[in-house]
């Protein structure tokens, strides 16, 4: 089982930037592995933001294209970097990774802009 434990939320003004960082238990960037963060705001529904496959292929969600970048940090971290935040960014963001049986989260981490 991959546990996994986001960190790097914090509160930001708008326009500013954050970080985030994801440690898996072992690696995660394995042929058939999808990598990637998801968030949730109070009242919605959670929704994909970003996510590497195991071909390297890059998925941004429209909302956040020019603003945000995905990477793979080590065999066993992934970041997201997260710029020109939006008031409409704040939510509980998670660490996700999809093999080709299980689905991992991580706990998540509060991630709040002002305006």
């Known amino acids: 089982q991959v546990q996994l434990v986001e960190s790097g939320g914090g509160l930001v003004e708008a326009g500013g930037s954050l970080r985030l960082s994801c440690v898996a238990s072992?690696?995660?960037?394995?042929?058939?592995?999808?990598v990637g963060w998801y968030r949730q705001a109070p009242g919605k529904q959670r929704e994909k933001v970003a996510s590497i496959d195991s071909d390297g292929i890059i998925d941004l969600a429209r909302s956040v294209k020019g603003r945000f970048t995905i990477s793979g940090t080590s065999a066993k971290s992934l970041a997201l970097q997260m710029n020109s935040l939006k008031p409409e960014d704040t939510a509980v963001y998670y660490c996700?990774?999809?093999?080709?049986?299980?689905?991992?989260w991580g706990q998540g981490t509060q991630v709040t802009v002002s305006s």
């Open positions: 072992e690696s995660i960037f394995i042929d058939g592995y999808t």
């Open positions: 996700n990774v999809r093999t080709r049986i299980h689905t991992y």
